[in-house]
């Protein structure tokens, strides 16, 4: 879920007449919230979280009401009470949020055959072969979002640009329930004035860094000598942020990985009910999961979370993730703040999987600076030892306690 609150909005509220901006990304605004409104049309214009009404649980979505008290996606129930105390809590219904992804998704194929999911609520779109058929980018991108919402009752935002980054940029800069369209002419007149933090790869830590040697925005990035960046930020993040600064992003809308993960799932000899323990399995998996996708020279846009209870009731979530990665510590993470959401005291747990999906070949990820890189390190060097003494000398040590009584556990694994 985006963090932008609609405040800073930029939009091409008149017909553009550009061919360039062929790259669109198409991004629901505020998905799950949206969803829920259309069964609770008494609750819109307020406040809404979407989560379970517990201090333990976690934000799973946020109408820009709610947003605007700085509550966003994966923030603690108790802080975001604290913060927005007037909020309406809705509690979350997965299954309605993948039927109305795959309808969304739907609409967008019949645009262009060139369609690359990110995640149940956006898409990068190559319309460079619908020009002739539906108009400028423009007219598409207008044409997109009436028949989104003709079809779902759902809006969406979207932004067009000559490159993936520039248009996942522009329809954050749109949202809510807008277009922009960036001509490749205009590309670096639109990144330059935006805050550095707006460059793909740059997080807080990074941005700290920047920041200190007073750098603000992306056109004082760009303006940096590349020697000083690359002091910096080192070779691969130096050269890739200063390739953004000036709009250059040869990546191309892809097709062909969305299918594609990676997984492993365990069935306990006897069930599971406390937090600590799912936890330190979830660790387990998701370092497996790590090893296979490093192993396999690919990283995971999107993490997937399997619970199966003792009834044979199972659930999945999944979250994608700012930038693609193969870092057991990431995955876990992001694992754990799933089950955060379904967690209910006295819950007994069956089996559990993690998996890791939306894979992308790792040089051509998109992470221009990575705030996993110290674990990175970590995993592969223990990736090193293990191929050398063998599996097991080296691991977490929150692993080291004896793991709950298995069965034989059994590891699916689907092939990358």
Known sequence: ??????????????????????????????????????????????????????????????????????????MPMAVAKRRCPNAVIVEP????????????????????????????????LDVAGALRLYGTPWEIGTAIRAAVLRETGLHCSVGAASTKFVAKLASSRSKPD????????????????????????????????????GIRTVGDLAHTPLPSLVAALGPAGGQRLHDLSWGRDPRVVDTGVSEKSIGHEVTFGRDLTERDDVARELL???????????????????????????DFSTLT???????????????????????????????????????????????????????????RETETTVDAVAARFGAGVLRPASL???????????ARQDPA
């Open 284 to 310: 387990r998996l998701a370092d497996k999961v790590a090893v296979r996708l490093r192993r396999a020279d690919v990283q995971a846009r999107t993490v997937a979370l399997k619970v199966r209870y003792t």
């Open 178 to 213: 807008g277009l922009l369209v960036v001509p490749a002419e205009h590309t670096v007149a639109f990144l330059h004035p935006q805050p550095v933090s707006a460059l793909w790869g740059v997080g807080g830590t990074t941005q700290e860094k920047l920041e200190r040697r």
């Open 400 to 410: 080291v306690r004896g793991a709950p009584e298995q069965r034989p556990p059994h």
């Open 317 to 375: 979530r999944s979250r994608t993730l700012a930038e693609p990665t193969d870092v057991a510590k990431r995955l876990h993470h992001e694992a754990v703040e799933l089950y955060d959401v379904l967690h209910r005291p006295g819950n007994r747990i069956r089996l559990i999987g993690v998996r890791g999906e939306n894979l992308v070949p790792a040089a051509a990820s998109s992470a221009l600076w990575d705030d996993d890189a110290p674990w």
């Open 93 to 124: 219904h997965f299954e309605k949020y993948a039927a109305k992804s795959a309808a969304v998704m739907r609409v967008f194929g019949q645009f262009t055959p060139k369609v690359e999911k990110l995640g149940i609520d956006e898409a990068f």
């Open 1 to 74: 879920m985006s963090k932008q609150d609609g405040r800073n909005r930029l939009v091409s509220a008149q017909p553009v007449d550009d061919v360039t901006a062929t790259v669109l990304h198409v991004d629901m605004d505020a998905f799950f919230a949206s969803v829920e409104l259309l069964d609770r049309p008494d609750l819109r214009g307020l406040p809404v979280i979407v989560g379970h009404d517990s201090d333990r649980s976690v934000v799973t979505a946020a109408t820009y009401e709610a947003r605007r008290y700085g509550v966003n996606s994966a």
